[in-house]
């Protein structure tokens, strides 16, 4: 990922350094597993003493080679000693990339999920500082009826928590090595090693692997990011949207000394919050390209290398950065009273528009008559302040609704009865 | 879906006949749960004995207020007489369609589930059938080591498995109704009538819902899709591998007076798998499409319905029409055992040279040397049958090994026997 | 397409019925050639005479023969008597399939432009007519600088007249024929029948063919179709914010009759600039299924065959009814100038800030610092009308302008002086 | 770009120090054009003598103003004296950026161009090399009929030479600056600083310009190289193809001392070529994301901005990659003409079969008919060399045709005729 976006912690998991130290584990976990199994003397102790990740030596053999496992194991060899020729006995090279893949997946993922514990925590937080901030609800763009600030983050907060979850399941589905060698046979050495050495490494067994791991699993990996980058897209948009000028209910933090434009000194742009939107359309392209990765050929091709060399890293940086700028976003959001309730007042009542023609049908008006009565009250009152008053003055309304009536639907607390309900209702699953 | 790959089974529950049908389903189970909560009298029974579908007269009424629910309720509410009012009581549309669209999520899902059994168990047929069937296996397209052209298939049917479990999952998944009103905060209808509905259509109660059901769920729905797709992809790319004329070991089934070409007589093509490679293209299309309508506006907004009307219906026809399809395929295809044993023996024993250089280190060499000297002795017999004999001539070879070690190494049972513990594992796993 | 979105001029295009009768013009013109050339007698005049599509019959023979084109050929040659032996003479089915795909998608294209002009034409109308109506500029959701509400149509029609000219260039390159044979050798007819034939049929000759015309030509036809779908998201995703409650500056039409809501008789929801959003969606995932099958195998596979025949007859009629649906949108739009006026003032001023930074640095101010003097005074302002009071009465502002400067800068007619100037530039264009 | 896959020269053109060296261009561009228009006064040639791109320093003060154009700008103004007030005098942030961007994407595009004319030199002259080596045609996998090995290479030239000419076409659509100030309108500075500076710089003006340049332009460029990478992929997966054990018609070069795979030293796999194939995934993706960028907001949002930050350098460096190693594969390409020859030979005639068929036709037989003549025998001689000779003891054959008329066409000659043709008119098209 270019620097600008760079997550140096997921960063560090994917860089070639710590790449061979997994293919080193891996080498090691299957070295000791042979021995254990007496397949091979005890080599793994001096091994273990001499190994070290030279990236430079690997590069040079790699360029000769053309081939950077191979490259790796030679590394590793040629300073182990006569003991070194058991390394990697046995292996193809996937045994080694794809099992050491595993782990720095659930590295990966390990950390994304933390980060994403923390802001679910951030999110859940402003649901309950705002539980009872009354203010509209939009559908279309269009006032419809009224909300609390709360449920609104009480509504991210669900989806991101199905993310944590996701997250969870996704952990298990990608934590599966394999050791059955060249085409997942185990013809140079037995399962009982596959079984010893992924035991040790904390990971599973594929149930049938070919000479590599099965590419479903990497689309699982890439979808659950992808469904993170959905759901933080879902609410920066909101955001946005919340922050226009004519709106002005939410803002995205703004610091002292910080400069929204460069001709316009008065702005405050939700540029954070773009920033995110974009970057959720940058994961969905990737999880395009991960996707056609899976239907390999025969017993592997290479073509996937390429698309997961550059992408899986990306998109894991990726991921972490937007997850710990939508938590900066959420922990500086600046909510705005008074604006809020200004809106929710903007159509002088027209919002209780749904409760009028419920008590019309309730008082026995058929539903289709009910609705032409009150959208005509509602048409008429666009832009004025009048709708209580011509609910009032409508002759075929008060054949149903005393004034009392009418004046009682037009109270906000109709819409709060519910909403410990809602709270209630999440806290108990989670 | 076009005529042409239209699965009648799918095709009916996606139809407006049907949805409508789904639609009166949750009104009356709303209508209900309100008598039985005494907040509407007995109006059910009248109802439910006068309701009809009537498309022509919904679109007359569409053509009108533009808006499809609304007619859909007019046209009941006119023909079941004065309890007709109650009739979509306290409901926004959502409520109605989003309940319904679990309904018929759960519906399409849980029959191609049924389908995905059925393929899914004749995989698994051709795979024991051909459990000991000696082939050889590929990777990059070149002859790597041999494997059992049942073991393949396993690994088909191990994949394909994955798809059920998730498809299982997904089901779960989307099994989540709403009836929380405009925004929802229940404001017209309290929350114990969302759970005696959701209960008797057997939906789950979504945790918070805003006008809609949150479209994650949707995501999933077509994630379980696609990734069929990815399977049957990979199965079909196999073998029309496979059935290329220079390798011939595998053929999808050619019908009596089928006929291939309408220029060469003797073609003999596997079109069906080519198709269904072209649908997956297809599928991966509408996942784009079905995952940007994640981020609604505000409490909703209505873009994610016209994407929704067209793909959801067209990726369901179409992943049962590939399932199908398949089946027709695994379970006509024609397995060629001459070519595959003709295949297998092509290197001339070439595909042996791990177990040599495995031997070589054994013996005391270092890998890196035992690899040159085996690949010297590889690249020398290309084209030839001379690999064995050229090992046998190779002094350095010699140094190591004697006549008989060489000699017995060229055996195809070395990859043979661990076929039977992969195939057990597979079977513990179900 | 589904009905809902069904436009039936292009649908007649991609009809059964329709494609047979092209295939049936190939087919003829070649015949004719052939004879003119002398390679077969003369007896395309009697095939022309009898020659009929007969669905139900092709239909019967593909059942058998599992082949489209060979059943049409076969449904012909029964009527056609003993000449119609050399119906199909010397062909392979992609020289007819694909020479009649270039007729038929030329006729869509053709078709799509004519009804992209008269969209262009309302919008260049709405652009003059609005052309000095002044209104907020917004740039991050966020007030800028006043712009007109013309420009805003203008930047609209711009974009789509270059669809327009991407358009009539992709007709261009999609109008490329092939009668070269099985693998495009020309092994049964000579290149003279292709040259005739083609010429016939208005089509050029494409340079090398394989069995097929290359796939890219139809990646260029969806690219432009996606291009107008971009064009017209863009537009529609500015309609529905621009129609938002608080902003209300323009409306999509909302008839007589029309009923926004279920539940909410107050509502006028955008919801046509919102289906079309959704619309956009599905061209792009259709885009990457259509990208997917350039790279077919050998001289051909058909798993591209599948994705054509579902996406480009649906995504054809997609494009055609965004069109034709934002065309109404444009014809009806309400232009709210009493909001406008309003939004405008809305921040008292704040949006000429940048001339107030400009000027500043005219009079000798570093522009670090004169950005720093104006946005203090622009932050204090905020949510009050005193920004220009501010600004009067801020004493290092004023050591570099006098009253009458400041006061000076507080006029809408700087930001209009240029709009005809804009406006000459794109009519030099067209 | 990941390091594995950089294009130095690439890379270097979108580094932060060339992409604030564009920047500086721009802003020195306008103040000479300011200066001549007497707008300000002369300053430009002390700026000029001054200014120096400080990275650190930009840093620096982005870290506090959140903006890197603000903090170019400060870091130049603050080193140029007096003077450098006037730097970015009545421009905003997009002025700069943007038509900074039109130089480098220019530049990219320009060297990509002259890589591919690189490439495709190469590919012709293959194509001319093999001119007349006759070799199997392939459809669906299967043998249809020869083609020559050259006449493979020339379609591939052929569509790459289209993808030169979408190339040019797209560094005209890609050259647009705009000096149009914050929304468009030229608030601050005349349009004819625009003209002037856009002279200067070589770039055309955008017809109507937001804040932005439309996006539409950069949808271009991306499809520009994603089609790049089209071609590409359908040639690498024919090598891959023509290079399976089984058939090894091609290869891609394998260098001295490289090691194919870990475990088995005899592997010679078409490596490169399988990385080609994932890269195009990876465009495609890319293509994907840039296309969401289209709809931005009013008159623009920044979701863009880091979706092209990610996506432009790492799809340029790609293409650039594809292109080089492409290049390198066809100029070391194995030609193996043993093997064509017996593929060719593989089914003993039976890919005379479609001469056979009209020939029967031309003697009288219904097409129909003679099909299924031609069939039977076809499928009678499956794997059997005895095409020929069925025909010769078929007796409703040789009612029509004569032994020699029969032998006559088992003659690869009639494919090889019009071969020249073919070439010449592509060399007429160049």
């Not at 006569?82 to 193809?92: A, N, P, S």
């Not at 659930?106 to 933390?114: A, D, G, Y």
Request: glycine share 6%; charged share 30%.
């Amino acid at each position: 990922m270019i620097e600008r976006y760079s997550v140096p912690e997921i960063k560090k998991i994917w860089s070639l350094e710590n790449k061979f130290r997994r293919y080193l584990d891996v080498e090691i976990a299957v070295l000791e597993s042979l021995e254990e199994l007496k397949i091979i003397p005890k080599v793994s102790d001096k091994i273990k003493k001499k190994a070290r990740i030279n990236i430079k030596r690997i590069k040079e053999i790699e360029e000769k080679t053309k081939h950077d496992v191979i490259a790796f194991v030679q590394s590793i060899e040629e300073i182990t000693g006569k003991e070194g020729r058991f390394f990697h006995y046995g292996l193809t090279s996937s045994d080694v990339i794809d099992t050491a893949n595993a782990l720095m997946l659930r590295e990966t993922l390990t950390k994304i999920l933390s980060l994403l514990k923390g802001l679910n925590e951030s999110i859940l937080k402003r649901a309950e500082e705002n539980k009872y901030l009354i203010s509209v609800g939009r559908t279309h763009g269009i006032h419809a009826e009224p909300i609390t600030m709360g449920l609104k983050f009480l509504s991210w907060f669900s989806e991101m928590k199905r993310c944590e979850k996701r997250l969870e399941d996704t952990i298990e589905k990608i934590s599966y090595g394999k050791i059955s060698g060249a085409v997942g046979t185990y013809s140079q050495i037995p399962p009982e090693v596959e079984k010893l050495t992924l035991y040790k490494l904390g990971l599973k067994i594929e149930p049938v692997s070919t000479q590599v791991i099965p590419r479903d699993r990497y689309c699982e990996f890439m979808f659950s990011l992808v469904m993170i980058g959905e759901g933080i897209e879902r609410i920066v948009t909101e955001i946005r949207n919340l922050q226009r000028t004519e709106i002005g209910e939410l803002q995205e933090p703004f610091e002292e000394g910080q400069r929204g434009s460069s001709a316009m000194p008065h702005k405050k742009n939700p540029v954070l919050c773009e920033r995110l939107c974009g970057m959720s359309r940058v994961l969905r392209g990737y999880l395009l390209s991960i996707l056609e990765n899976n239907a390999l050929w025969n017993e592997r091709d290479i073509s996937h290398s390429s698309v997961e060399r550059i992408v899986i890293p990306d998109a894991s940086e990726l991921t972490a950065y937007m997850i710990k700028t939508l938590k900066y976003i959420i922990d500086g959001i600046v909510i705005n009273r008074e604006n809020i309730k200004k809106n929710l007042e903007l159509l002088s009542g027209l919002i209780f528009s749904s409760l009028v023609l419920n008590k019309l049908v309730e008082k026995g008006l058929m539903r289709k008559n009910a609705y032409g009565i009150v959208q005509r009250n509602a048409f008429k009152s666009e832009g004025t302040d009048g709708f209580l008053k011509n609910l009032l003055n409508d002759k075929e309304v008060r054949r149903y609704l005393s004034e009392d009536e009418i004046k009682g639907i037009f109270k906000f607390e109709h819409y709060l009865k519910n909403i410990d309900y809602i709270f209630e209702k999440v806290k108990n699953e989670i």
